[in-house]
Every structure is written in structure tokens, then in C-alpha cells.
């Protein structure tokens, strides 16, 4: 039972251009999430994160949206560079337990 | 300073072998996770150490796998007779209690 989805395997999009990643879950639990962002053969490295308190956390270029009522939520990166194509994993947790669930992932490829 | 180091990158081995993975977190953090990631999946939660408490076993898959933290630092991960669905790359993750979690490049392992 996956609990998060992210259902798009892939995603391309021009350089400077918005790119939005999409993830919903369906544990109405989960009070915090995080995306977090994977080069190949190395870790996921954390990108951002939200409260189940907030509808919107902004980080420079970055933005994550939380939609609790749809139990949504999606990552916009803009403008778009080369340099963010990689995978993007959506992941969420309850309370302070910090045990996170991950979703899929979606690869973006930024186009120059 | 250093981040989070495994050992080793790749392991191959046979079915029915036991194998041990090794995760050396970020010094000073007191919490120590393990994931794996499958071949098209998301990140899989195994195992959580957080201090001198009891570690959340919830995510490990059978009774095939255990892991202990000596020391609360270095931690091992053991799968005893292995099987081809244990092929992933598993992954440790470690954070000062429930912050940000920084996660290792991960292990390789591949069951002939």
C-alpha cells in the first residue's frame, strides 16, 4: 500500500521555465513533509519541507504547496536550471518520529 | 566536515549468503536510519536508532534482517541468507534528533 505517490516517472522542461512535481498521499496522519532531491550514485539530499500547519514555504527558488484537503502537494522550481535535473522524492511523516515515507520519485530533466 | 559514509559501495553476492553493511553517520548526530530502495520504488523505511532507546524495528522486512548501533555511532546492517529480492541499494540516513536527515551514497547489493 503506498501510502505516498508521486505519478509521474519523468518530467522535462526547459531551462527557465517552471517545473512542477507532483505528489498526494493518503494517510491523513502525516503532519510533515519533505522533498528531497537525488543525484546518481549518491544520497537524497534534503530540499525543503512544509507543516501540515502551512499551505505554502517558499526557499529561494524553490516552493512546496500543500493542499490538505486534497492531501496534495507539489514542488515548483523556478526559474528552471540544468543543474536541478535529478530525482525528486516527495516524503512524509507523523508527529516527531522523523520516519519518513517516501514516494516513487520523479526524474527531471531541465533542458538547456 | 564529514558527511555520512557506507561500506562498502557495491557488494555482490550469492543467494543464501549472509552479507553486513556498514553506516558511519555524521559525528555528534543521535539518530541513525536505514532504507532501501528497489529497483523502481521509493525509499523503504527499515529501521530507526535514536539514542540509547529501543530502535523502531517496524520496517524491516523479515526476521532475515536486524541491525545494531555499537557505541550509539557506527551502526551495521545484517541480511542473513540472502535472497534475490533483497537486491537494492540500501541506504543510512542520520539526524541530531528529529532534524534534517543527511543520507549516505548507499550500498549496492546484488543477490545471484
Known amino acids: 500500500d503506498q501510502q505516498v505517490k508521486q505519478n509521474s516517472p519523468s518530467l522535462s522542461v526547459q531551462e527557465g521555465r517552471i517545473s512542477i512535481l507532483n505528489c498526494d498521499y493518503t494517510?491523513?496522519?502525516?503532519?510533515?513533509f519533505l522533498w528531497y532531491k537525488k543525484y546518481p550514485a549518491e544520497g537524497p539530499t534534503f530540499l525543503i519541507s512544509?507543516?501540515?500547519?502551512?499551505d505554502k514555504n517558499e526557499d529561494g527558488r524553490f516552493t512546496v504547496f500543500l493542499n490538505k484537503s486534497a492531501k496534495h502537494l507539489s514542488l515548483h522550481i523556478v526559474p528552471s536550471q540544468p543543474g536541478d535535473s535529478a530525482v525528486y522524492f516527495c516524503a512524509a511523516s507523523v508527529g516527531a518520529t522523523n520516519k519518513l515515507i517516501f514516494g516513487t520519485g520523479t526524474l527531471l530533466a531541465v533542458q538547456p | 566536515g564529514a558527511g555520512v559514509s557506507q561500506s562498502p559501495s557495491n557488494k555482490v553476492t550469492e543467494k543464501g549468503k549472509d552479507v553486513e553493511l556498514r553506516c558511519d553517520p555524521i559525528?555528534?548526530?543521535?539518530?541513525l536510519y536505514w532504507y532501501r530502495q528497489s529497483l523502481g520504488q521509493g525509499l523503504e523505511f527499515l529501521i530507526y536508532f535514536q539514542g540509547n532507546s529501543a530502535p523502531d524495528k517496524s520496517g524491516l522486512p523479515s526476521d532475515r534482517f536486524s541491525a545494531e548501533r555499537t557505541g550509539g555511532s557506527v551502526s551495521t546492517l545484517t541480511i542473513q541468507r540472502t535472497q534475490q529480492e533483497d537486491s537494492a541499494v540500501y541506504l543510512c540516513?542520520?539526524?541530531?534528533?528529529?532534524?534534517?536527515?543527511?543520507f549516505g551514497p548507499g550500498t549496492r547489493l546484488t543477490v545471484t
Open positions: 512544509i507543516s501540515s500547519i502551512k
Open positions: 540516513a542520520s539526524s541530531y534528533y528529529f532534524d534534517e536527515q543527511y
Open positions: 559525528s555528534g548526530h543521535t539518530a
Open positions: 494517510n491523513s496522519m502525516f503532519d510533515y
